[in-house]
């Protein structure tokens, strides 16, 4: 009996939360000094994209024999292939240098006012609060790249990601992690006013036509 209440307490709970997020999915980006935060991540996924191999061999789809013993099949350029994508996004949260920041609260008599994170050296994260720092930015890093995956995927494949602008995408275009809601969702119009009527693509740098 108490350990039915107990899981009927347990669902209740989580159904709860579930609908908070829904609700307000703002929440699910609490975090102290938030752009900072963002920030950080976006370094992290611009070293990893900085560090790739750039002379990889093309996907090989050929896998089928046609009647002449010919193979069939398409070759995909690595650079706009889904494993590329994959290999650079998948646990990148947990494998990259991400865990390792931790937060610097704002220091008033500086005129500091927001919270900010540093990357601390490696093998230096250690204490309970150190230790809670760490998943909470990790938590945080998994969220973003949940909500941007899509259109992140679609800029890789498309080519707009360069040496320098993933934090722009991420922290101002894609998500608004560091400007307001309302400048946000302007920007965000914008984007989708400056689409191709016919190829439904757009220049997200400088929001003209192609």
């Not at 347990?10 to 699910?28: D, G, Q, S, Y």
């Not at 611009?46 to 070759?75: C, F, P, T, V």
């Not at 706009?80 to 609260?105: A, H, I």
């Not at 400007?179 to 740098?205: C, F, I, L, N, P």
Request: glycine fraction near 4%; proline fraction near 2%; charged fraction near 35%.
């Amino acid at each position: 009996m108490v350990a039915h209440r107990r899981h009927h307490f347990l669902l209740e709970t989580f159904c709860f939360c579930a609908i908070i997020v829904a609700l307000f999915p703002e929440k699910a980006y609490a975090i102290a000094g938030k752009c900072s935060a963002c920030k950080a991540v976006s370094a992290e996924l611009q070293e990893a994209l900085n560090k790739e191999n750039k002379q990889r061999n093309h996907i090989d789809m050929r896998g089928r024999l046609d009647s002449k013993g010919q193979r069939y099949g398409k070759l995909i350029p690595y650079s706009v292939s889904e494993q590329r994508y994959l290999e650079l996004v998948e646990d990148f949260c947990e494998t990259s240098r991400v865990p390792d920041y931790q937060l610097s609260k704002a220091d008033l008599s500086r005129n500091e006012t927001e919270d900010s994170w540093y990357k601390a050296p490696k093998g230096t994260v250690r204490g309970a609060q150190a230790k809670t720092e760490q998943r909470e930015i990790q938590t945080y890093c998994e969220r973003v790249m949940e909500e941007v995956e899509e259109e992140l995927q679609t800029l890789l494949y498309e080519e707009k990601l360069n040496e320098t602008n993933v934090e722009q995408y991420v922290c101002y275009e894609l998500s608004p992690q560091c400007v307001s809601k309302a400048e946000w969702k302007k920007k965000k119009k914008d984007r989708k006013e400056g689409m191709d009527r016919h190829t439904g693509k757009y220049d997200t740098a400088t929001m003209k036509e192609l």
